[in-house]
């Protein structure tokens, strides 16, 4: 079995920072990609940044510039770095991996991040 233990969720102020952090352990089998997705109320949960076992990142065009995804290998995390809060950055964030052959995927719990003043 998979557990997923994210942190770093909270409140931030706009224009602020934050860092989430998703640790994988358990079960996992040749990670080949790792990162997170968000779902604010009433919307469809959407990809924010992903990389891949070979380092390629992917990012929502509503983050470029401003989140940059990072990862531990040795350690199976990944983190990203969130600056230049918007309001409407404001959701749940889910980490997700994607492991073993054939590819099995995982969802954390979530953790809320609010950007308000």
């Known amino acids: 079995q998979v557990r997923l233990v994210e942190s770093g969720g909270g409140l931030a102020q706009p224009g602020g920072s934050l860092r989430l952090s998703c640790a994988a352990s358990?079960?996992?089998?040749?990670?080949?990609?790792i990162g997170w997705y968000r779902q604010a109320p009433g919307k469809q949960r959407e990809l924010v940044a992903v990389?891949?076992?070979?380092?390629?990142?992917v990012y929502a065009d509503s983050v470029k510039g401003r989140f940059t995804i990072s990862r531990n290998n040795a350690k199976n995390t990944v983190y990203v770095q969130m600056n230049s809060l918007k309001p409407e950055d404001t959701a749940v964030y889910y980490c997700?991996?994607?492991?073993?052959?054939?590819?099995?995927?995982?969802w954390g719990q979530g953790t809320q991040v609010t950007v308000s003043s």
């Open positions: 358990g079960s996992i089998f040749s990670i080949s990609r």
């Open positions: 990389i891949t076992s070979g380092g390629t990142t």
């Open positions: 997700n991996v994607v492991h073993g052959t054939p590819a099995q995927m995982v």
